[in-house]
């Protein structure tokens, strides 16, 4: 069973960035297909971004151009690089796994 830990996140002005880290366990984490997911207050989890075992990406049309999920089998990391941030990219990100959640990261833009 992978465990999944965040981290990364923080408060930034407008058009910052932040890069937020996925760090994995388990042997098998090079071919999982890995997601990061967010949480606005009020709102539903909603899918940001995937990446799969050979690199593979796909984005949410509200982060498409400005953030890029990327992944380290051999470190057993995936990360989110997140650049012109907008207030309304305030949420709790999660990284997800086949099956396991992280416990999700803070991130807050506001000026």
């Known amino acids: 069973q992978v465990q999944l830990v965040e981290s990364g996140g923080g408060l930034v002005q407008p058009g910052g960035s932040l890069r937020l880290s996925c760090a994995a366990s388990?042997?098998?984490?090079?071919?999982?297909?890995m997601r990061w997911y967010r949480q606005a207050p009020g709102k539903q989890r909603e899918l940001v971004a995937g990446i799969s075992s050979g690199g593979g990406t796909n984005y949410a049309d509200s982060v498409k151009g400005r953030f890029t999920i990327s992944r380290d089998n051999a470190k057993k990391m995936v990360y989110l690089q997140m650049d012109s941030l907008k207030p309304e990219d305030t949420a709790v990100y999660y990284c997800?796994?086949?099956?396991?959640w992280g416990q999700g990261t803070q991130v807050t833009v506001s000026s």
């Open positions: 997800k796994g086949p099956t396991a």
């Open positions: 388990g042997s098998s984490f090079s071919i999982y297909y």
